[in-house]
């Protein structure tokens, strides 16, 4: 587990530009944090540390964009999504262990962490301030971590 206090959006943005450099095709992250804590802004980043120079927004009404990449990167929001999600039932199954990377965000909403590599929460301490905590998800880790109360 690592964790890193970011004291603005910029510095948030740059702290995932970093960490996109560990991941590989067929990663798929999981965020979690309440509204406005930063995950798109996090993600954004994490896009452009992968090489995509195109606009990043949250796909809350269309549920899923894909980003031309290389590697592909998928980006998906399940807020809009009643209780547990099953990925396979939604028809998103397809983005999990694929030659991508995905992104999750309101992964809460997820019946289970199966496919899941990485966890990163984004916590609210203040109006600037975030506490951003990546958790790696090991092989034999069978469900997904609870990160966010």
Not at 47 to 64: A, M, R
Not at 73 to 88: A, K, P, Q, V
Not at 103 to 125: A, C, P
Not at 135 to 149: A, I
Request: proline content about 5%; overall charge negative.
């Amino acid at each position: 587990m690592t964790t890193f206090t970011s004291h603005s959006e910029l510095e948030s943005f740059n702290w995932a530009v970093e960490f996109s450099k560990q991941l590989k095709p067929g990663d798929t992250i999981a965020f979690f944090g309440n509204l406005g804590a930063g995950k798109t802004a996090t993600i954004r980043g994490i896009c452009k540390g992968l090489g995509f120079n195109g606009t990043v927004c949250s796909p809350t009404y269309t549920i899923v964009h894909e980003y031309p990449n290389n590697p592909p990167i998928y980006h998906l929001d399940l807020y809009r999504l009643d209780g547990s999600c099953d990925l396979e039932e939604a028809g998103l199954d397809r983005f999990l262990d694929s030659d991508g990377i995905t992104l999750i965000e309101w992964s809460e909403r997820l019946e289970n962490g199966i496919g899941i590599t990485y966890t990163v929460n984004i916590e609210i301490v203040n109006e600037t301030e975030r506490t951003i905590t990546v958790l790696q998800k090991s092989p034999e880790q069978p469900e997904l971590p609870e990160l966010q109360q």
